[in-house]
Each structure stands twice: as structure tokens, then as C-alpha cells.
């Protein structure tokens, strides 16, 4: 128990110091920290596969894309938006996060319990493995072709904003 608090505090503050940065960079770093968090509270629950899913899928290519977005992205003050003040920002995070909270306190009140079931379902990676490689191989490979080329297409689009004559 004491791991799954040490997971879940680590997990928090990472997520909360990558919201209070003001650079993007520290921001998209401390990000991975938390999914890596995450990940860290599946293995603490038993789900492995998940576990490994994460790191690949969020801390090692969400990750990358939110960085190369970044970097890749040319910011000036002109196109900066105007920052309301903070103590409006902070009023309207205090509403959202009352209205997230209820919502969560209204939706936990009403669920019911059902009991589970006698025996869980008992599905071993390997079978996994061989679904994915088997029947739906051909849907993964897909799926990855469109990830990339729209990786690719972002980066091209970004490289020739960058180049772009300021118009004006």
C-alpha cells in the first residue's frame, strides 16, 4: 500500500509541476514522468501488457510527437494570445474543477455494485501477441503507416511555415 501512495504522489506532483511551467519543453518533459507514473501504477496492479503499452505508446511516441510539435512550432509575442488576469483564471479553475468534482461525486454516488464474477477471464500476453500478429496485423500496420505519414506531414508543414516570407 505504501507504494501504490509513493506511485500515486509522484505521479501528482509531476502532473502538477507540468502544469504550472511556463516553458512548453519542461512542460512535455515532466509529462513523460507522469505516463511513466502511470505505467508505474499498472505494474503495481498487476496489469503488465498495459504497463509495457504505456511506456511505448505514451512515453516513448506521444512523447516524441508532443516535442517535435514543440520544437517545431514557431511561436512570436504577436501571436501569443492576451492573458486574462490571474485571478479570473484562477476563479474559472475553481469552477471547473467544482463542476469536474460533482460530476465525479454524482456519477460514484449512483453506480451500483454488481458483484464480480467467480473467475476472471485469464488472457496470457502470448495470445494476445499472436491475435494482434495473426488476424489483426494487417489494421496495425495500417493504423502505423497513418501515424507516420501524418508525423511526417506535420513536419513538413511546420518546415515550410519556418521558411515562409512574412507577408506583411
Given amino acids: 500500500m505504501i507504494s501504490l501512495v509513493i506511485i500515486a504522489a509522484l505521479t501528482l506532483a509531476s ?7 511556463r516553458n512548453l519543453i519542461h512542460a512535455a518533459l515532466l509529462l513523460i514522468f507522469t505516463w511513466a507514473g502511470i505505467a508505474a501504477f499498472y505494474l ?3 496489469a503488465e501488457f498495459v504497463a509495457f503499452a504505456q511506456i511505448l505508446i505514451y512515453v516513448g511516441a506521444v512523447s516524441m510527437i508532443v516535442l517535435f ?7 512570436t509575442l504577436a501571436d501569443a494570445p492576451i492573458e486574462p488576469s490571474s485571478h479570473r483564471r484562477a476563479f474559472l479553475a475553481v469552477i471547473a474543477g467544482g463542476a469536474i468534482f460533482g460530476l465525479l461525486a454524482f456519477a460514484i454516488t449512483q453506480t451500483h455494485f454488481v458483484p464480480p464474477p467467480d473467475r476472471a477471464p485469464v488472457v496470457e500476453v502470448r495470445q494476445l501477441g499472436f491475435q494482434l500478429m495473426g488476424s489483426h496485423a494487417a489494421s496495425l500496420l495500417v493504423a502505423g503507416v497513418i501515424l507516420t505519414v501524418t508525423l511526417l506531414g506535420a513536419t ?3 518546415a515550410n511555415d519556418h521558411n515562409r516570407e512574412d507577408p506583411s
Fill in 156 to 158: 513538413i508543414i511546420a
Fill in 69 to 75: 510539435a514543440v520544437l517545431l512550432t514557431k511561436r
Fill in 44 to 46: 503495481w496492479a498487476g
Fill in 15 to 21: 502532473a502538477a509541476f507540468a502544469l504550472t511551467r
